[in-house]
């Protein structure tokens, strides 16, 4: 089942603006993880952010999380055209007997148009 | 280069068929996922082995089963197959404290093909 809903679907942008994607949940998060695809490759992680943090940046990337609206939002400024994937929040939530799960989103499919 | 490695990474087979996915996890990662992904239902959990134990159960079929063996490598068993299998399996691995506080490093990728 989907935890995340990632928001839009499909984003295309030109090279130089920013790229912002939003991903909402439905439980309580012990962390929220964005991953990157490339077309047909491995998912590459990107950012990770504990639920008691609000805002992270790592590089050109800037994610918000809001756990009272069970939100957050990734940021991708200064867009390049190798930034082109999809992007998937992740949310990982305690799942019983010391383990916890990871789960996905559908994505969002990011263009960028040189 | 994650780490990770699977094979194969094509595979094309028929309904009722069946196949068994590897994967080796990165040095010293002793958690292993495996994740069902295709078009209409994205990212779909299946199943974690820590140190060799099933850890955790996810939307994994009674066709579908898996395995670590002591040297942490897993192997995925798709039996019975049917065209709604066609789709890629991804492993995924993480050290000891695992998602709680890090990320998981995934692998290329076995594409399955159910004709």
């Not at chain 1, 082109?84 to 789960?103: E, I, K, N, R, V």
Request: hydrophobic content about 30%; aromatic content about 8%; proline content about 3%.
């Amino acid at each position: 089942s989907q935890q995340g809903e990632e928001d839009p679907q499909a984003l295309s942008i030109q090279e130089g603006e920013n790229a912002t994607m939003n991903c909402s949940y439905k439980t309580s998060i012990n962390n929220l993880q964005w991953y990157r695809q490339n077309s047909g490759r491995g998912l590459v992680h990107l950012i990770l952010i504990r639920s008691n943090e609000r805002e992270k940046h790592s590089g050109r990337l800037r994610v918000t999380l809001d756990t009272s609206k069970k939100s957050s939002s990734l940021l991708i400024t200064a867009s390049r055209a190798a930034d082109t994937a999809s992007y998937f929040c992740a949310t990982a939530s305690y799942s019983g007997a010391g383990s916890y799960q990871l789960t996905f989103g559908k994505g969002t499919k990011l263009s960028v148009i040189p | 280069d994650s780490g990770v490695t699977q094979t194969p990474k094509h595979l094309i087979t028929a309904t009722g068929q069946r196949v068994t996915l590897r994967c080796s996890p990165r040095s010293g990662d002793l958690s292993v996922y495996w994740y069902q992904q295709s078009l209409d239902q994205g990212l779909q959990f299946l199943i974690q082995y820590y140190n060799g134990e099933e850890r955790a159960k996810g939307n994994i079929l009674e066709r579908f089963s898996a395995q670590q063996f002591p040297d942490l490598h897993s192997e995925l068993n798709l039996s019975s197959l049917e065209l709604g299998d066609s789709a890629l399996y991804f492993c995924a691995s993480s050290p000891l404290t695992g998602i709680r506080t890090g990320e998981l490093f995934f692998g290329e990728g076995s594409r399955l093909t159910v004709l």
